[in-house]
């Protein structure tokens, strides 16, 4: 039987067929994944073969598709060993606000980076957008200027409200979409105020320390009723970088990598070299110092948080 994994919790998945029965399987033996060395041998998305077990309703993963693509978060900044958060991505969602928690720039950049590494759309939804005033909506606007223009879109929307939802339910008809973003910024939220029967547990950020409490243990994917599935993530307290050489960083960045081939230098890193195209479109203002500012960080390994 052919299925799809929506659900994997240490040892056992749930996998979907496509009469949209669901069944709790696990591996035989170990499988292992050319060329990337994750913690778990399948994830969220994947493709699989599976035999039932008989009078249990149970099954055994007998094979594994090849990916058409996957995103892997770094356990931690230093480790080496890397967790598939999901596979076979149609895009994926930046979940983003203001406060309440804060995203930062450095942060949605180094979203927008892992997505262009990996090669899977990725667009922001800055969401709670009843909560802002004046002052933030001047820095929304700002942001969205930055973002659009480099081919991701943005959208502005409130979960609670029920603001610009329709836009957000386009966006995912008929896709398979990764929702990713600090725990607090509403992803469960957002899923059940389009798909009210799924009722997701949501909880109140922690007035403490302005942040979620990972409401969401388990990346878990759900059928959306319009068509396409949506992929609710835990909230990511750090978004480890791929690997990467210093002067291939800037073909993650497309208003960079627009200017390949400018520099004086063919391995130009765009941080001193003399005759560089990307500083002297920072300078004319093309290209807006907050992503120069990020991708030094990143380039420097500096701010990996937040
Ligand atoms: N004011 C306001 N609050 C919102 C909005 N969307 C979500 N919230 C609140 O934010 C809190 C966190 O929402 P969740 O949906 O649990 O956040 P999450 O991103 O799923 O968090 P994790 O599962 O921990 O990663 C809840 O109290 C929600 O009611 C919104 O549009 N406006
Ligand atoms: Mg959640
Ligand atoms: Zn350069």
């Not at 050489?245 to 890193?269: A, G, I, S």
Request: with cysteine; charged share 25%; glycine share 8%.
């Amino acid at each position: 039987m052919e299925g799809i994994i929506i659900k994997s919790t240490g040892s056992w998945y749930k996998v979907l067929d496509e009469k949209g029965n669901t069944y709790d399987c696990r591996l035989r033996g170990k499988f292992k994944m050319e060329g990337i060395r994750a913690t778990n041998p399948v994830a969220v998305g994947d493709k699989v073969e599976f035999s039932l077990e008989h009078d249990q309703g149970t099954g055994i993963i007998t094979q594994i598709h090849e990916r058409k693509n996957h995103i892997i978060r770094k356990a931690t900044k230093l480790s080496r060993r890397s967790q598939v958060i999901a596979a076979n991505l149609d895009q994926a969602l930046l979940i983003a606000t203001l406060f309440l928690p804060r995203t930062s720039t450095g942060f949605i950049d180094r979203f927008l980076v892992n997505c262009e590494a990996y090669s899977v759309p990725a667009h922001i939804v800055f969401n709670k957008y009843d909560l802002y005033e004046e002052e933030e909506e001047q820095l929304l606007d700002e942001l969205i200027s930055i973002y659009e223009p480099l081919g991701y879109k943005c959208l502005k929307v409130s979960a609670t409200r029920k603001t610009n939802l329709d836009d957000f339910s386009d966006l995912l008809s008929n896709k398979i979409t990764l929702l990713s973003g600090h725990s607090g910024v509403g992803k469960s939220t957002l899923i059940n105020a389009i798909e009210p029967g799924l009722n997701l547990k949501v909880d109140e950020i922690s007035l403490a320390h302005l942040k979620g409490k990972h409401t969401t243990t388990f990346a878990e994917m759900f059928r959306l009723s319009k068509g396409g599935f949506i992929i609710d993530t835990p909230g990511i307290k750090e978004f480890g970088l791929v690997d990467f050489e210093p002067w291939e960083l800037c073909h993650y960045f497309p208003e960079m990598l627009k200017l390949f081939n400018q520099c004086r230098f063919d391995n130009c890193t765009h941080l001193h070299e003399p005759g560089c195209k990307v500083k002297e479109k920072l300078e004319e203002g093309e290209i807006h110092p907050y992503r120069y500012h990020n991708y030094l960080n990143m380039l420097t390994g500096q701010d990996t948080r937040n």
